[in-house]
C-alpha cells in the first residue's frame, strides 16, 4: 500500500513574527496521524500572496493533501482566499449556504453585521464549502490531480471542530490509508540518557518495522513506539509485546500508556480508591490546582485548594503557625508540611498536596536560592516532604514543581492504598 | 538597505506528530524581528536524513541565515550532527572544552555520565562551537557563501538562552539590519470586525511604510502597527503618531501597548492603589489564580486563593450560605456574588473577583448548558456580576472566562480608584 503524505500550510505574519502561538499544526499532527497519513512537512509562511503561492507548489510536489490553515477572517490583512481563487483558476463568488449561517450567527448573538462579514460569504468557485460551525470563516476543499487541498480558518476552535466532524472523515473516505500504530508508555522521575542506559539492549532488538524516540518535556519522557504495516491488530500485538519486555526494565517510573497524563493518572487512583485530594499552594501559585481541574470529572475528587501567597493566609485558612513560619520562613521543611496538613483537614480530604518555594526571577538569598522549592504530600497515614532545585525561569518552575509534587502524591497514594492503616 | 532573511527549520517527528508543541520557533521569530531580520519561513521536517537535506538546500535559496533547532540530544533517535557533518563536507571530531562542560555539568549535580553523554561532545570539524550554558548538546555555527547556519538543541531554555548570549549578538555583528519598528495596541472586550469598523477611515489612510494587523486570541485582540525604514526613532515618532490618532476611537477597549498583557495591566493598576486582590474559583479551577501569579511581583498584590470545586469548601472558606446555594444552585448570581464577598472579607483583599460555572464538555442541564459561566467583582464600594455564554470546550471556556473575569476587574477597579468612597 502507498502511503498517503500531507504538508500543512500555515499562513499569516503573526506566525513568522511569534505574535501568535502556533498550536494548530500540533492539533492537525496528532489527528493526521492517528488516521494514517503520513506528515511530510509543516510550512508557514506570512500573508504574501507570492509566498503562499510558493508553498502550495511546493507542497503539491511532496504531499498528496495540503492542509492550509489561517489567513481567513474578516478583516483587510487577510489575502488567502483570492489567492487560493487565483491558483485554482476560479473567481469569488457570493456563497447563499454560508451568508445564511454568518447571518443566523450574528442574529443568535443579538449582533449586527458589516461589510467585513458579509465579505466572508465569498468562496472561490468551484470548490467544496466546509460549514463553520463555531464561526463566520467558511472552509474550502479543492481537488486537482489527484491531489486535495483544504483551507482552514487558524482560530483553533473553528479549525478543530471543522476537522473533526467534516475534513478528518472526508479524508479517510477519499484515500485509501496504511496502518500506522503508535503506543506511548509515560515515565516521570528520570532523566532521558538515564532511561536509554536502561533500556539499551532492548530497543538495540526491536524489529525493524518498530521504532523508537524519546519525547522529554517538564520532568518527564514519553516513549514512543511507531509500527508501521497493514494489519492493526498485527502491529498492535507487534507493540504490546515489546512493552510487556520493556516495562519491567523501569516500572517505578511509568506511570501510564498512551495520551494520560500525569494528572489524570492521579485522578484514576484517588477515583479507584474513592478518596479525594485538596492542594495548598504558594509557589505554584494555582497552576497545581488547574493542572487537576483541567481534567473532566475532576470534581469527583477535587475538593478544591487554597493559593496562600500571604503569610496570612497560610495562618488563616491553612492554620500554619505564626511561630513555624517566624522560625523557619514561608520556604521550609516545616511551613509545607503544616500547610499540606492544614489543607488536608480544613479542605476535608483524604490527601493534599502543598509547595513553597521561590519561583523567580527575583526573590532568592544566599541561603534559598531562587529556585529552591519545597513540597509537602499528606496522606492519611503520613506526611513527606522533598527540596527540589531548579532554575531561575519562573513558568519553568512552576511547572517543573507541579509534576514532580503531582508524581509525589501518585507514588504516596499509591502505597497508601496497598497498606491500609 | 538590502533586507537580511532568516529561515527557521525544527527538526523531530515529534513536531510533526503533534507530540511536541513547538514553542521555540515562536520565541525565535519574536526575537529576530526585534532585531531587524526578517522570517521568509518556518519549515518542520522529520528526523530523516534526505528531508534535513532537502529544508537545508531550499532555506539556502531564500533565507541569508538559517537556524536549525532540534534533532540534538543524547538519544539514538538523532542523526542531525551527522547529516550537518555531511552537509558541510566535514567529519565529526570530540571538543575537549564541550567534553569538559559536560563533564562539569554532571558532576556538578553529582550524576555520573555515561557513553551517550560522552558522544554529545562530538562536533563537525571547523564549526564554531556556541557553549551551552543550559544542558549537555553544543550548539554550532557554519558559515558558507555568505551564508550563516546555526544548530541549536530544541530543549526551549537551552536554546533561548544560547540565542540570548551567543547568536543574536553575533548575528548583529555580521549582519547590516535594518530598521523594523512595532508597536502593539492591547485591546479587549470587542470583536474583531467591530475593530475594524471603528478604526476603517483611519486604517485607509495609514502612510505606506506602516502596515497594521489583527491578531485574536481568546477575547483579546491585539493591533499590531509595523513600520519599516532606517532611522529608528522616526519611525517611533511615526507610529507615535498613528496611535495617539487610533486610541480615541476606541479607548474604552485599550488596555495597554507592547507586549504588556492583561494581567500585568490589572497587576499595574493595583500596585500604583496599593490596592490587594483575592480570589475565588470554582470553574476556572485555579487558572485564574495561575495567570495572576505568573507575573513576576505579583505577591505585592495578591492575596491569594480559594479553588472552591466542592459546595461544602463555598460555605467553609467562602462564607457561602447553603441556603443561596440549596435555593440558587453553585452556578447563579447569589452564588457568585456570594463568593466573590466572601473572598474579600476572608482573604483579606480590597478586591476580588469570583468564578462560577460548567466548563464542560459535560454537566450541562437544559435551563444551565455547558458553557454557562457567572463572574463576580467585588471592589471597595460594590459587588457586580454578569452572566456569560461561553462553548463547550473546557479549556478554552477556563481561558475565555478568565480573560473577562480580570477585564471586569480591571474596569471595576480603574472606576472604584477614580470614586473613592
Known amino acids: 500500500m502507498k502511503a498517503v503524505w500531507a504538508e500543512v500550510i500555515t499562513i499569516g505574519d503573526e506566525i ?29 509562511v ?34 488567502t482566499k483570492k489567492t487560493l481563487a487565483d491558483y485554482f483558476n476560479t473567481s469569488l463568488v457570493e456563497d447563499e449556504e454560508v ?3 454568518i447571518q443566523s450567527l450574528f442574529s443568535k448573538r443579538n449582533l449586527s453585521m458589516n461589510a467585513l462579514n458579509n465579505a466572508q460569504a465569498l468562496v472561490p468557485q468551484g470548490c467544496t464549502v466546509i460549514t463553520n460551525t463555531m464561526g463566520t470563516a467558511p472552509g474550502m476543499w479543492f481537488e486537482r490531480d489527484d491531489k486535495v487541498y483544504v483551507s482552514m480558518p487558524g482560530v483553533p476552535y473553528e479549525m478543530e471542530t471543522m476537522m473533526e466532524r467534516s475534513i478528518l472523515p472526508k479524508l479517510k473516505s477519499t484515500f485509501a490509508l496504511p496502518v500506522i500504530y503508535h503506543q506511548m508508555i509515560q515515565t516521570v522521575g528520570i532523566g532521558e540518557s538515564w532511561l536509554a542506559e536502561q533500556i539499551e539492549s532492548w530497543e538495540d532488538n526491536l524489529p525493524p518495522h518498530i521504532r523508537l524516540a524519546y519525547l522529554p518535556s517538564y520532568g518527564r519522557v514519553k516513549l514512543r513506539l511507531t ?21 519491567p526494565k523501569i516500572e517505578k517510573y511509568v506511570f501510564g500508556y498512551g495520551d494520560l497524563t500525569l494528572e489524570e493518572a492521579v485522578g484514576a487512583i484517588l477515583t479507584k480508591a474513592g478518596k479525594t485530594l485538596a492542594v495548598a499552594e504558594s509557589c505554584t501559585g494555582g497552576f497545581l490546582a ?13 475538593q478544591g485548594g ?14 500554619v503557625s505564626e511561630e513555624t513560619l517566624h522560625q523557619h520562613g514561608a520556604v521550609s521543611e516545616e511551613t509545607v508540611r503544616a500547610m499540606a496538613e492544614g489543607a488536608k483537614k480544613n479542605l476535608l480530604a483524604d490527601f493534599s498536596i502543598a509547595t513553597s518555594g521561590i519561583a523567580g526571577p527575583d526573590g532568592g538569598t544566599p541561603e534559598k536560592p531562587v529556585g529552591t522549592i519545597w513540597i509537602a ?45
Chains 1, 2 share one sequence.
Open 227 to 247: 509500527a508501521v504495516g497493514t494489519n492493526r491488530l498485527e502491529l498492535e500485538d507487534d507493540v504490546a509485546e515489546q512493552v510487556q519486555k520493556v516495562v
Open 46 to 79: 506570512g500573508d504574501q500572496r507570492e509566498e503562499i503561492i510558493k508553498a502550495l507548489d511546493e507542497a503539491s510536489q511532496r504531499a498528496d493533501i495540503i492542509l492550509i490553515t489561517g489567513g481567513l477572517g474578516p478583516t483587510k490583512d487577510d489575502i
Open 16 to 44: 513568522l513574527y511569534g505574535q501568535t502561538l502556533d498550536t494548530n499544526t500540533y492539533w492537525m499532527g496528532k489527528e493526521l496521524n492517528i488516521i494514517g497519513v503520513k506528515i511530510i512537512r509543516k510550512v508557514a
Open 99 to 101: 451568508l445564511e449561517h
Open 306 to 319: 487554597v493559593v496562600a501567597y500571604s503569610n496570612n493566609l497560610k495562618m488563616n485558612l491553612l492554620d
Open 377 to 421: 504530600v499528606a496522606s492519611p497515614q503520613e506526611t513527606i516532604a522533598k527540596k527540589i532545585s531548579l532554575s531561575k525561569d519562573r513558568l519553568v518552575n512552576i511547572r517543573r514543581s507541579t509534576v514532580i509534587a503531582l508524581n509525589m502524591l501518585r507514588t504516596a497514594a499509591q502505597t497508601a492504598l496497598a497498606n491500609p492503616s
Open 290 to 302: 488547574h493542572t487537576i481541574t483541567s481534567i473532566p470529572g475532576s470534581s469527583r475528587y477535587f
